[in-house]
């Protein structure tokens, strides 16, 4: 399938002022291949980087454009780099790409790896450049094989210019790019995760610390930075920092463009690339085009399913990591979800935790025996079989999987939605409590996780 939704053409004037990302997009959504991405100043700000600027200015520049991860955590990308060991005898360093995307509601780095694969090799090219690493891998989502056909491509260009592969540009500097695909697991998202899979490992997550700057993957120092992180790179360098934070909004704390999408009964579902900053109703009426007809807003969450939902009245949030901190949940991938009314909120998250359940490793108890509980809990109450407690029994496995009790964010982001579905439709899930005269035998005493 070719995506062709990026947005609506008579809204948005791409340029390269104010569209870093997707300015060379084609109108027909055909990939971008070498020679149109020349023409269209592609590798120039690798050329720039290569030629005139010091390796760790390329990390500086990074810094001070407030760059953060697009990966969903939002870690300063030049502080991460900063990370990396400058002790210039450790030669053996890797940069991964993590392009496992696999957050429900997320296609954004699938949009820029199918349609626009050279930014990210441009990406890739100046960031191992920075840290000094001379190879690097993009750790690729299973089902995402038309951007794997698309990338494999892009790297055979890529090498055959001279851009990837020995002496790069003259400068005797070599970095080498794989695509790797994964088995499409939810988890092997988690850095860590990833660098367990890339090794050939089972996918848990590692202990942090030590950090993969320190110890990555082959026990090597390791950068793990998110496709649309990486595809930043280029426009900072090319353009400079005083232009990419002019990009942001008023108000907003993060700089730049991010992809937002909206999906669900929305008249336009779509992603764009768009200012840190736009409000969330911007984004949904003016791009998103609203509800169907027949419809109506009932929640939405921002930014991928392990978001907190928020209500109709909440769209007035400037869509950055602040500003929709402030209504209480999180950023996210910034893709976000209409629900509209007909949703039944206990059946959506019972569809959800089981998503969840499936997907964790199962490597510590919480997350895996405490989603699977939520599912059965949940199943009942769409059923109409639940029983007194089974809300506050939720609430419970809420705060026991919540942020620092998990081994990593898989189970609090799980968690996240449930929690503020049950605290804005707290009546949905009540009126899945069977009668008491249903004469439902009660539920055997819960095992408390711990006890
Ligand atoms: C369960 C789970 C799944 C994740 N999936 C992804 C993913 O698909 N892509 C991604 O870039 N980051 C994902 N992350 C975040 C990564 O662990 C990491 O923070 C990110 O790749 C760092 O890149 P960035 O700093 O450029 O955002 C996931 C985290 C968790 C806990
Ligand atoms: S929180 Fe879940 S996914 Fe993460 S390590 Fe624990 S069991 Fe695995």
Known sequence: MTLTSFGPANLIKRSPETHPLTWRLRDDAEPVWFDEYQAKNGYAAARKAFADMAQDDIVQTVKDAGLKGRGGAGFPTGVKWGLMPKDESINIRYLLCNADEMEPNTWKDRMLMEQLPHLLIEGMLISARALKTYRGYIFLRGEYTTAAKHLNRAVEEAKAAGLLGKNILGSGFDFELFVHT??????????????????GRRANPRSKPPFPAAVGVWGKPTCVNNVETLCNVPAIIADGVDWYKSL??????????KLMGFSGKVKNPGLWELPFGVTARELFEDYAGGMRDGYTLKAW???????GFLLPEHLDAQM?????????TRMGTGLAMAVDNTVNMVSLLRNMEQFFARESCGFCTPCRDGLPWSVKLLMALEKGEGREGDIETLLGLVGFLGPGKTFCAHAPGAVEPLGSAIKYFRSEFEAGIAPVSAAVPPLAKPIVVGA
Do not use: F
């Open 248 to 257: 942001a909004r008023e108000g907003s704390e993060d700089m730049g463009t």
């Open 301 to 307: 969450q921002p930014g991928g399913a392990g978001t």
């Open 320 to 328: 950055y990591a602040g500003g929709i901190g402030k209504v209480g």
């Open 182 to 199: 994964g088995a499409g697991r939810y988890i092997c998202g988690e850095e860590t995760a990833l660098i367990n899979s890339l090794e």
